[in-house]
């Protein structure tokens, strides 16, 4: 069995693009591995969140993931600054992270250019608390973006280097996670690439029905087919892609055969579409929306993880503490 250990960043509200990417496969995968779930609320304090509003997008993420179908009673489900222990073993770990290297990775660069006036130590040793968060559970896969590359990188190299230097065995080598590349790519509204928060193409798993209907009738299309069996321009494969997920088979099958036959009207398509992802996202709105006002709920999922959590994080920084020659009177 893996040790699968995601973070999450507890900004921007959850896609259609997301759930169907990795979401569903958490979902599945919980129950064959390991897995812990976390939201990275310390990191997200590298760029100064207004402190009213950083405890209501930990609500937000952690509500949209249990009602996407993470299960606290068999996933671990946690709030990273719940685990302090993650700061103690950053800490160790940064004794042996050499500031250059860290001054070099590209997430760091950009930042310097983005924040300028706000270059803080937090930012440079982002890396070593994200390899924190990886080896105090000692895991073996991380779910990540392309985005993420040279920060796992970084921690199989923080990794390795503390193996040698104190002639151990005990952090294994982490592997990005990418689902055997099945994961399905969902498109935008707009007909550019995929769906993503920055875009601003996205349906949310928290939009109302009538959100769902605007954005889908507003989907970019094009004049239609000009002859019999043309080949697909990508504005309507994207609407395809959609329909795919989110139809029956013989919905799929009923527009492919319009389209095939010059007969469609992107209307009907889109309409049909509409009500097709407003079942796949009804159901779970309701169920983030009823999740978020349980509050009694919440904090027992978080308790209930974070003492999971804390029980693996404490070990691996007594072993950690012990490795290093910190030792009891
Ligand atoms: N840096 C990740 C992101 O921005 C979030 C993150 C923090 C993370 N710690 C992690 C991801 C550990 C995977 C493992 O998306």
């Known amino acids: 069995m893996e040790t699968v250990l995601s973070g999450i960043r507890s900004t921007g509200n959850l896609h259609l693009g997301n ?17 812990f ?79 300028a006036d706000n270059v803080n ?27 993420q590359e040279q920060h796992l990188e970084l921690t ?16 294994p080598e982490c592997q ?24 601003g193409n996205g349906i949310y798993l928290s939009d109302s029905d009538a959100a769902i209907r605007k954005k889908v009738m507003r989907a970019v299309t094009d004049s239609g087919p000009v002859a019999p069996d043309s080949p697909m321009p990508e504005v309507i494969a994207n609407l395809f892609t959609l329909l795919k997920v989110v139809s029956t088979p013989d919905t799929v099958e009923h527009f492919t055969t ?12 889109k309409k049909q579409l509409a009500e097709d992802i407003i079942g796949v996202i009804a159901p779970i709105r309701e169920r983030i929306e009823s999740i978020a006002g349980d509050e009694a709920y919440l904090s027992r999922v978080v308790k209930q993880g974070a003492e999971k959590a804390r029980a693996s994080a404490s070990q691996t920084v007594a072993d950690v503490r012990r490795i290093m020659g910190i030792k009891p009177f």
């Open 19 to 35: 759930y169907f990417g990795a979401l569903k496969n958490f979902v599945q995968m919980q129950h064959s591995e390991r897995c």
């Open 258 to 269: 319009l389209w095939n036959r010059c007969e469609i009207r992107y209307g009907d398509l």
């Open 156 to 171: 199989r190299r923080f990794a390795r280097r503390f193996n040698q230097f104190y002639q151990v065995e005990y952090f």
């Open 121 to 147: 130590i937090g930012l440079l040793g982002y890396p070593v608390l994200m390899a924190s968060d990886i080896l105090q559970h000692r895991a073996t896969r991380v779910p990540i973006g392309k985005d």
């Open 176 to 199: 990005a996670y990418t689902f055997g590349g099945e994961l399905v790519k969902i498109p935008g509204l707009d007909g550019s690439g995929k769906m993503g928060k920055s875009e």
């Open 37 to 115: 779930f976390f939201i990275a609320d310390y990191h997200s304090l590298t760029t100064h969140p207004d402190p009213s509003i950083l405890h209501g997008n930990v609500k937000n993420v952690l509500s949209e993931y249990l009602a996407a179908g993470l299960d606290p009673d068999v996933a671990t489900i946690y709030v990273q600054s719940d685990v302090p222990e993650v700061t103690e073993l950053s800490l160790l770990l940064s004794m042996h992270a050499y500031v250059g290297e860290l001054e070099r990775t590209a997430s760091f660069k950009d930042k310097i250019r983005k924040q």
